[in-house]
C-alpha cells in the first residue's frame, strides 16, 4: 500500500511595516528652508521708505577753509595757519539745492578766533556759523636785550622773530629802519616785539625846555621865547608859556626846540 506523504506548507511570517519618519523630516527640512530664503530676500530687499537728504558737514568746513584761503592769500609777509571748528552733530540742515557760500560778519578780524558764515540761497534757504581760528605768522622786529623807559633806539637794540601776530595789539614792525631814533615808551624785555603802542618818535620838545615860539599872523611870522610845559614829538600838540606876557598857548612841534603857534 502506497502512502502519499505531504510536504506541510510553511507560511512565512507576516512584516509589520511602520510608517517611516523620513518623509516627515524632509517635509520639515523643506519648510524651514523656505522661510530662511524668504527671509532673506526681505533682508536684502530696498527699503521705500521716505527719507530727507541733509547737507554733509564736510562739506560745509570745506566751504569755509577755502573761503579763509582765498581771504587771507593777499596778505603779504604773512604765513597763515587755518583751522576750522565742527558743527553740532545733532543739526541737520536740508541739502541746499545750490552750493552755499561763505560770509564774515561785518568787522570780523582775519586773525585768532572767528566765526563763519555759511548761506543757503536754494529753495529751502538757511543759515549757520562755524567756528574757526587763523594763526597768522610773520618776521616781526623784536628788542634785541631789556630796554629801558626813555631809550632811544639804534641797529644794535632790534633784531627780527617769527611771530604769532595775531596775538600783537597795536600792530608791528617788519622793518628796522623805521624804529630807529625811536624812543622806548616802557620796559622791554628780550624778544618783545616792538608796536605802536611801545615805542613813539623821537622828542622833539621837553617838558621845561627853553623854545622858539613861531607864531603866524596872517602872512607874517612872529618869533619869541617860551618854556615848554610837556614833552612833544613831530606833529603833536603841547601847551607853552610865553616868557614875555605869561600866557599859554597851544602849539605844535615842528623841530627841535621849536613851537607852531595859529594866532
Keep these: 500500500m502506497t502512502m502519499k ?6 507560511k512565512a511570517p507576516s512584516v509589520r ?16 528652508a523656505s522661510v530662511l530664503l524668504a527671509s532673506a530676500l526681505l533682508a536684502s530687499a530696498p527699503v521705500y521708505a521716505e527719507t530727507s537728504a541733509f547737507q554733509s558737514s564736510e562739506s560745509l568746513r570745506l566751504t569755509a577753509q577755502t573761503f579763509l584761503q582765498q581771504q587771507t592769500a593777499h596778505q603779504r609777509e604773512q604765513e597763515s595757519e587755518i583751522s576750522i571748528g565742527h558743527l553740532d552733530r545733532r543739526l541737520q540742515l536740508t541739502e541746499c539745492s545750490i552750493p552755499p557760500t561763505a560770509f564774515l560778519s561785518p568787522g570780523s578780524k582775519l586773525q585768532g578766533k572767528l566765526s563763519v558764515g555759511l548761506r543757503c540761497a536754494g529753495e529751502k534757504p538757511w543759515t549757520v556759523y562755524i567756528p574757526a581760528n587763523i594763526n597768522s605768522y610773520a618776521t616781526v622786529v623784536t628788542a634785541a636785550r631789556p630796554l629801558p623807559r626813555g631809550t632811544q633806539l639804534t641797529d644794535a637794540d632790534l633784531m627780527t622773530v617769527r611771530q604769532d601776530i595775531s596775538r600783537l595789539r597795536g600792530g608791528y614792525f617788519t622793518k628796522g629802519k623805521n624804529l630807529i631814533g625811536k624812543i622806548v615808551k616802557r620796559p622791554i624785555s628780550t624778544g618783545q616785539a616792538f608796536t605802536v603802542t611801545n615805542v613813539q618818535p623821537p622828542l622833539l620838545v621837553r617838558r621845561g625846555d627853553e623854545v622858539v615860539i613861531l607864531a603866524s599872523v596872517g602872512g607874517l611870522q612872529v618869533r619869541g621865547k617860551g618854556k615848554a610845559l610837556d614833552d612833544a614829538a ?24 621849536v613851537v607852531s603857534v595859529q594866532m
Design 5 to 10: 506523504t505531504e510536504t506541510p506548507i510553511t
Design 17 to 32: 511595516r511602520e510608517n517611516s519618519p523620513v518623509p516627515g523630516l524632509l517635509l520639515v527640512i523643506s519648510l524651514l
Design 234 to 257: 613831530l606833529g603833536e600838540r603841547v601847551p607853552v608859556r610865553n616868557n614875555q606876557s605869561q600866557r599859554i598857548v597851544q602849539g605844535t612841534a615842528v623841530e627841535s626846540g
